[in-house]
């Protein structure tokens, strides 16, 4: 394995991964202490107009943030669907990177993904992917572009013979499986080859610290590994804590990359009526 990666490379690894792995993050205030939850509403996760804002670090040094955004929901006479965006910025000062992505994703009621695109900026221009799955052809078709332009580059088609998640719908993924407590082979779509995310939902009841709030958060942790290539050859091993109460809003994620364990951590929220829940030694 090549470790010769351009400093540049490096800094954008944690912030466009995030979406990848983490995948992730109302009635009651989630300061309150959480209450045993058996089952879960999947209009209380898909909360439409739920902004959620990550900081991302590594080593204490703050490199960016990430802002995920449940835009709407859709439906016809067959099914229902939900569109959301998540825009990936470094911060001003960072050196010798200036990193602006977006993606925006479109999936089922089900969670799998049937759309997706990512814009990636290049200097001066922005770098369009697009992503259509055809299921009952069993493919998906690649497009590739300019942002804003009328010509495509590239066009490709890949078989496919299963629902595929995307970098943007495997977030939401996570949230809707949270209380599963066994482990998932998650077939994955990402940077135009299929590969698995093999997720490890634990169930274990846990309390995290974070900045945005002055109290132990009450979480649900899990692990597991990405087995497919990501940004700049990265796979391997990452871990989640999402909220143990009804929402299973991402609070905290850790994930390892050559230079070792970023952090990506909650610091605000656009959620009516919702808090992080507060811890309580009380098993749940």
């Known amino acids: 394995m090549n470790f010769q990666i351009p400093l540049m ?3 954008k690894i944690p912030i466009k991964v995030l979406i990848i792995l983490v995948g992730s993050l109302i009635p009651f205030l989630g300061n309150a202490v959480s209450q045993e939850i058996n089952t879960w509403n999947k209009e209380d996760i898909f909360q439409v107009g739920e902004e959620l ?4 670090s590594y ?9 995920i955004k449940l835009l709407q929901k859709e439906s ?3 099914s229902s669907w939900y569109k959301a965006v998540a825009y990936m910025d470094t911060y001003k000062g960072v050196p010798l990177v200036d990193l602006h992505s977006v993606f925006e994703s479109t999936f089922s009621n089900e969670i799998y993904s ?3 695109q990512a814009r990636d900026k290049d200097n001066d221009q922005w770098k369009l992917f697009k992503y259509h799955f055809i299921y009952p052809e069993s493919k998906v078709l690649v497009e590739e572009s300019i942002w804003k332009s009328n010509t495509v580059n590239r066009r490709d088609t890949i078989s496919v013979d299963t629902f595929y998640q995307d970098g943007l719908s495997l977030f939401y993924f996570a949230r809707g499986h949270l209380r599963d407590k066994k482990q998932l082979k998650v077939p994955v779509f990402v940077n135009e080859k299929k590969g ?3 997720i490890r939902f634990t169930g274990q009841q846990k309390n995290e610290k974070i900045k ?5 958060v ?3 942790y899990f692990d597991g590994v990405a087995e497919f290539i990501g940004v700049f050859g990265l796979t391997g091993g990452f871990e989640g804590w999402f909220s143990n109460d009804y929402a299973h809003v991402p609070i905290l994620a850790k994930m390892k990359v050559l230079i070792g364990n970023i952090r990506i951590e909650l610091m605000e929220w656009k959620k009516p009526g919702w808090s992080p829940p507060r811890y309580s030694n009380r098993k749940k």
């Open 9 to 11: 490379k490096i800094i």
């Open 53 to 56: 804002i990550y900081n991302v």
């Open 59 to 67: 080593l204490g040094f703050d490199l960016g943030r990430i802002k």
């Open 76 to 78: 016809d006479s067959t």
């Open 114 to 116: 049937k759309y997706f």
């Open 196 to 198: 698995y995310a093999q």
């Open 212 to 216: 945005a709030v002055d109290y132990p």
């Open 218 to 220: 009450d979480v649900l």
